[in-house]
């Protein structure tokens, strides 16, 4: 009995202790300064010409309480916190509640977060999922209760939660989705749209109707069992034919969100600056988005992939001086899938990279002359162990070849034999100069691209050939300051020099073989198709797999990617090889109108001179192929040259 008394008497000073505490909580935040929660979370991305493109946590469009729809608001409370009015910030019924079923269901899908509690998640942009972050938003729910009255809060959370593409506020969502105020909804459309922000990549009803519409009579009934609305209402909500506009009328570009991901990805690494955003309520983040090359690559998507709803792109253009990322597309469309090819989907390269295999030859003794017999080969790696490497459409020359030529053609039998040559292990070496970070297999075939990249890791290692040699990481963000302007941050070029400058430029000139018509032979340049439609000087590589369609290309100005396939990998016909190079070539084209372009300077060390570009002999009289290919002084070729003898491994005076 004493016991029972002890327990007793210790539970009710727990309870009185418990009460002081959470009672001097409440009274501390009270006296705390004031957050202000219209302004507190918005964050502003602005493009290269410090024009707004995307507000978030804080939209473009704040619509106060009266001026958005009953309906809506009624709908909103009774999907996601019935109890809204009479609670301080916690439901603990709920909490407890949501505790029982995931403990029952070794689970964590049961929720518990009042208004106040995810309006206090949105307000703070913190990546963290911890403990501490946890603390911190018990605190602010506290703050935001003791500070604000019930309609305050509320106005506050349906003008800052993700409504889906994008769209953050009720606002903007209400104008994207229906083309209307917030006050002018239906109660059909109120229903749909609050439906969303529980998963908007699932319940938005611009990329799952029938799913999206499930959910919107779960709502409606649910307001009519708690007799928000009656019966009459509910049948003709459930009734109405929803109509969606689907777009924004300032910049609608079905792409942009990709680019917003990855700047938000790369603003996830800066956690000082997520700190001083809590305390200065806001941030504007500055990009290296152009909007023209955004609209030139989206565009050029559009025109060039009409009659196939299921293959996907990326496209990615980069300033190859800075390395900042001017345009990204990481989908055929947003509205349809947000995930991000561009950034996150690692896919075989195939033969873009050759290049660096190229370079790697160029610093070691070869020259654009250098030839070796191509034709259909097995090769002898040890014992019991061979390689039989293919070329496209198994089209062989038969003999020797220049690596001109080998470039032009993208001969698979040229690059294995340089590989080797070399030795496979320096093509690792070259290609983590360039900055590709993917830990990359020493084996034979890795010229030919068996490995899997993202295509902004190989599109950034492009830019480091575009940009001579010199490496700047790809980067996103230019500056970020607080609302009043003062910088936060600002990023620092790297321009650390990896590559030989006149090596590179003899490379990229090479490059230029791949559309160039004096290299038609035994076989066609791999980007003749596109030649007529270029009217500017380009270094190109193309490259594909039986799953996977590239072409990367560049010149002083901007580095320009496009990969093209499936998300289940499945394996392409010919009929989808065709829209890399067109979707490419309109790209730039488009990009560079009316812009002033050059190409590269011509070394002092480096000197042209006229040969076959097949044979990489001196061209004479009788050469049926004549072109300028480039030399460092001292190796160009003579009429007495060294030609390489692969089978003995020795120079020998050519006849």
Same mark, same amino acid.
């Given at each position: 009995?004493?016991?029972?008394?002890?327990?007793?008497?210790?539970?009710?000073?727990?309870?009185?202790?418990?009460?002081?505490?959470?009672?001097?909580?409440?009274?501390?935040?009270?006296?705390?300064?004031?957050?202000?929660?219209?302004?507190?979370?918005?964050?502003?991305?602005?493009?290269?010409?410090?024009?707004?493109?995307?507000?978030?946590?804080?939209?473009?469009?704040?619509?106060?309480?009266?001026?958005?729809?009953?309906?809506?608001?009624?709908?909103?409370?009774?999907?996601?916190?019935?109890?809204?009015?009479?609670?301080?910030?916690?439901?603990?019924?709920?909490?407890?509640?949501?505790?029982?079923?995931?403990?029952?269901?070794?689970?964590?899908?049961?929720?518990?977060?009042?208004?106040?509690?995810?309006?206090?998640?949105?307000?703070?942009?913190?990546?963290?999922?911890?403990?501490?972050?946890?603390?911190?938003?018990?605190?602010?729910?506290?703050?935001?209760?003791?500070?604000?009255?019930?309609?305050?809060?509320?106005?506050?959370?349906?003008?800052?939660?993700?409504?889906?593409?994008?769209?953050?506020?009720?606002?903007?969502?209400?104008?994207?989705?229906?083309?209307?105020?917030?006050?002018?909804?239906?109660?059909?459309?109120?229903?749909?749209?609050?439906?969303?922000?529980?998963?908007?990549?699932?319940?938005?009803?611009?990329?799952?109707?029938?799913?999206?519409?499930?959910?919107?009579?779960?709502?409606?009934?649910?307001?009519?069992?708690?007799?928000?609305?009656?019966?009459?209402?509910?049948?003709?909500?459930?009734?109405?034919?929803?109509?969606?506009?689907?777009?924004?009328?300032?910049?609608?570009?079905?792409?942009?969100?990709?680019?917003?991901?990855?700047?938000?990805?790369?603003?996830?690494?800066?956690?000082?600056?997520? *700190? /001083? &955003? $809590?305390?200065? !309520?806001?941030?504007?983040?500055? +990009? #290296?988005?152009?909007?023209?090359?955004?609209?030139?690559?989206?565009?050029?998507?559009?025109?060039?992939?009409?009659?196939?709803?299921?293959?996907?792109?990326?496209?990615?253009?980069?300033?190859?001086?800075?390395?900042?990322?001017?345009?990204?597309?990481?989908?055929?469309?947003?509205?349809?899938?947000?995930?991000?090819?561009?950034?996150?989907?690692?896919?075989?390269?195939?033969?873009?990279?050759?290049?660096?295999?190229?370079?790697?030859?160029?610093?070691?003794?070869?020259?654009?002359?250098?030839?070796?017999?191509?034709?259909?080969?097995?090769?002898?790696?040890?014992?019991?162990?061979?390689?039989?490497?293919?070329?496209?459409?198994?089209?062989?020359?038969?003999?020797?070849?220049?690596?001109?030529?080998?470039?032009?053609?993208?001969?698979?039998?040229?690059?294995? *034999? /340089? &590989? $080797?040559?070399? !030795?496979?292990?320096?093509?690792? +070496? #070259?290609?983590?100069?360039?900055?590709?970070?993917?830990?990359?297999?020493?084996?034979?075939?890795?010229?030919?691209?068996?490995?899997?990249?993202?295509?902004?890791?190989?599109?950034?290692?492009?830019?480091?050939?575009?940009?001579?040699?010199?490496?700047?990481?790809?980067?996103?963000?230019?500056?970020?300051?607080?609302?009043?302007?003062?910088?936060?941050?600002?990023?620092?070029?790297?321009?650390?020099?990896?590559?030989?400058?006149?090596?590179?430029?003899?490379?990229?000139?090479?490059?230029?073989?791949?559309?160039?018509?004096?290299?038609?032979?035994?076989?066609?340049?791999?980007?003749?198709?596109?030649?007529?439609?270029?009217?500017?000087?380009?270094?190109?590589?193309?490259?594909?797999?039986?799953?996977?369609?590239?072409?990367?290309?560049?010149?002083?100005?901007?580095? /320009?990617?496009?990969?093209? !396939?499936?998300?289940?990998?499945?394996?392409?016909?010919?009929?989808?090889?065709?829209?890399?190079?067109?979707?490419?070539?309109?790209?730039?084209?488009?990009?560079?109108?009316?812009?002033?372009?050059?190409?590269?300077?011509?070394?002092?060390?480096?000197?042209?001179?006229?040969?076959?570009?097949?044979?990489?002999?001196?061209?004479?009289?009788?050469?049926?192929?004549?072109?300028?290919?480039?030399?460092?002084?001292?190796?160009?070729?003579?009429?007495?040259?060294?030609?390489?003898?692969?089978?003995?491994?020795?120079?020998?005076?050519?006849?």
């Amino acid at each position: 009995m004493k016991i029972i008394k002890r327990i007793l008497k210790l539970s009710i000073f727990l309870l009185f202790i418990s009460i002081l505490l959470i009672g001097g909580i409440y009274l501390y935040a009270k006296i705390s300064p004031k957050i202000d929660i219209n302004k507190t979370s918005s964050y502003y991305l602005y493009d290269n010409n410090e024009e707004v493109f995307f507000q978030g946590n804080g939209t473009s469009e704040w619509v106060e309480l009266n001026n958005i729809n009953d309906y809506l608001k009624k709908a909103t409370i009774t999907i996601e916190d019935k109890n809204f009015y009479n609670h301080h910030g916690f439901n603990l019924l709920r909490i407890m509640k949501a505790a029982y079923t995931n403990l029952i269901n070794h689970s964590y899908k049961e929720g518990a977060s009042t208004i106040t509690q995810q309006y206090a998640k949105n307000l703070f942009l913190d990546f963290d999922k911890t403990w501490k972050r946890k603390l911190e938003e018990v605190w602010y729910t506290i703050q935001i209760e003791m500070n604000y009255s019930k309609d305050d809060i509320l106005e506050g959370y349906l003008n800052c939660i993700n409504y889906g593409h994008g769209n953050y506020g009720i606002e903007n969502a209400s104008k994207f989705y229906f083309n209307k105020d917030a006050k002018d909804l239906t109660l059909a459309e109120s229903a749909m749209l609050v439906g969303i922000p529980k998963s908007p990549s699932n319940y938005s009803p611009l990329l799952n109707e029938h799913i999206a519409k499930e959910r919107q009579l779960y709502i409606l009934k649910s307001m009519l069992n708690n007799k928000i609305i009656t019966e009459n209402e509910y049948n003709e909500a459930i009734n109405e034919k929803l109509i969606y506009y689907g777009k924004k009328d300032k910049l609608n570009l079905n792409t942009i969100m990709y680019y917003q991901d990855a700047v938000l990805k790369e603003l996830e690494t800066m956690n000082t600056i997520v *700190k /001083t &955003h $809590l305390e200065n !309520g806001g941030i504007k983040i500055y +990009t #290296t988005l152009d909007l023209n090359a955004q609209r030139s690559l989206e565009n050029s998507i559009n025109d060039n992939i009409k009659d196939n709803e299921e293959i996907q792109v990326s496209g990615i253009m980069i300033n190859p001086e800075s390395g900042g990322v001017i345009a990204l597309v990481g989908g055929r469309n947003y509205n349809k899938s947000e995930f991000n090819r561009a950034i996150n989907a690692k896919r075989q390269v195939g033969s873009i990279m050759k290049p660096f295999l190229y370079y790697n030859a160029l610093e070691n003794g070869f020259t654009a002359s250098t030839s070796f017999l191509s034709q259909e080969t097995t090769f002898s790696l040890g014992t019991n162990n061979t390689y039989a490497p293919k070329n496209y459409n198994n089209v062989y020359p038969n003999k020797a070849i220049s690596m001109a030529a080998a470039i032009s053609f993208s001969d698979n039998i040229y690059a294995i *034999k /340089t &590989h $080797l040559f070399l !030795g496979s292990e320096n093509l690792v +070496t #070259t290609a983590k100069r360039v900055g590709i970070k993917t830990p990359l297999n020493n084996i034979v075939s890795l010229p030919l691209g068996t490995v899997e990249l993202t295509p902004l890791e190989i599109t950034s290692a492009y830019s480091t050939l575009a940009s001579l040699g010199v490496k700047n990481e790809p980067y996103f963000i230019e500056k970020i300051t607080d609302i009043k302007g003062n910088i936060l941050y600002e990023h620092q070029k790297t321009n650390e020099i990896v590559l030989n400058n006149s090596t590179t430029f003899i490379l990229n000139d090479l490059l230029k073989g791949t559309y160039d018509y004096n290299m038609i032979d035994y076989a066609y340049p791999t980007n003749i198709s596109i030649s007529s439609m270029l009217t500017h000087e380009y270094s190109i590589k193309s490259g594909s797999t039986d799953t996977d369609n590239w072409i990367i290309g560049f010149n002083p100005n901007v580095t /320009t990617s496009i990969w093209i !396939g499936y998300d289940d990998n499945k394996p392409m016909n010919n009929n989808d090889f065709k829209y890399s190079k067109k979707i490419w070539a309109n790209t730039m084209e488009s990009y560079l109108k009316d812009k002033e372009t050059n190409w590269y300077s011509i070394p002092e060390n480096v000197v042209g001179v006229i040969v076959d570009p097949i044979t990489g002999n001196l061209a004479t009289d009788e050469s049926t192929h004549k072109k300028v290919l480039y030399y460092i002084k001292g190796t160009e070729p003579s009429y007495t040259q060294e030609v390489f003898d692969e089978y003995e491994g020795l120079p020998k005076q050519s006849e």
